[in-house]
Nanobody, 121 residues
Framework: QVQLAESGGGLVQAGGSLRLSCTAS??????????LGWFRQAPGKEREFIAA????????YVEEKMKGRFTISRDDARKTLYLQMYNLEPEDTAVYYC????????????WGQGTQVTVSS
């Protein structure tokens, strides 16, 4: 069981940057067999996938339309996942969630509480 806690959200002007963090804790003290990802959900819209990373190899998967503005990374020593966002647009306003799943599974089973990102025009 993995517990996740996001931080770093806030209010930013259009064109600005923001870095979100997600700290993971697990009784096994290792995330080797996990994939961690970022999702977001805007008001009135469905949750959408942003990016994911395999914790052991650091292999990254970024949604096509997010490439170039969003990057995902992780720090194993800190057990922290990051989402760096550049050139933010008002359309990026949403609650951002990190999530974790065991690599062999198709569904994410652990979710953070979310952090609000608001981009003003």
């Amino acid at each position: 069981q993995v517990q996740l806690a996001e931080s770093g959200g806030g209010l930013v002007q259009a064109g600005g940057s923001l870095r979100l963090s997600c700290t993971a804790s697990t009784r096994t003290r290792t995330l080797t067999n996990y994939v961690l990802g970022w999702f977001r959900q805007a008001p009135g819209k469905e949750r959408e996938f942003i990016a994911a990373i395999t914790w052991s190899e650091g292999r990254q998967y970024v949604e096509e339309k997010m490439k170039g503005r969003f990057t995902i990374s992780r720090d194993d020593a800190r057990k922290t996942l990051y989402l760096q966002m550049y050139n933010l647009e008002p359309e990026d306003t949403a609650v951002y969630y990190c999530a974790a799943k065991i690599r062999a599974m198709s569904e994410y089973s652990a979710w953070g509480q979310g952090t609000q990102v608001t981009v003003s025009s």
